[in-house]
């Protein structure tokens, strides 16, 4: 997952905003994911994501993070993939069932 994100975030408010996903993310989970731009993602979180230091394209340093939501294809195991998944990018996270 490289070093480098397209936003970044210094101001306290918007960093408690990234961190307070993460309790909603832990390992294992069955998730839906509603992003920013209104689409909606399946899945389970293959692993807690933290916030970290990234560099926008100007070189600037700030906070995001990745979550990595694994798709559930259980009747076709083979077209299961990953998505990689920004923190800033999601606008609500709901608990699914475990099957």
């Given at each position: 997952m490289g070093k480098f994100a397209e936003h970044i975030y210094t101001a306290p408010?918007?960093?408690?905003k990234l961190e307070?996903?993460?309790?909603?993310?832990?390992n294992d989970a069955?998730?839906?994911?509603?992003?920013d731009d209104?689409?909606?993602?399946?899945?389970?979180?293959?692993a807690r994501p933290t916030v970290q230091v990234f560099q926008n394209a100007v070189g600037d340093e700030g906070l995001n993070g990745l979550?990595?939501?694994?798709?559930v294809a259980l009747d076709r195991p083979e077209t299961a993939g990953f998505h990689d998944v920004w923190?800033?990018?999601?606008?609500?996270i709901r608990q699914l069932p475990h099957a």
């Open positions: 408010g918007d960093i408690a307070a996903l993460i309790p909603q993310l832990p069955h998730v839906e994911l509603t992003l209104g689409s909606v993602l399946l899945g389970t979180v293959a979550v990595r939501i694994e798709d923190l800033d990018r999601i606008a609500a």
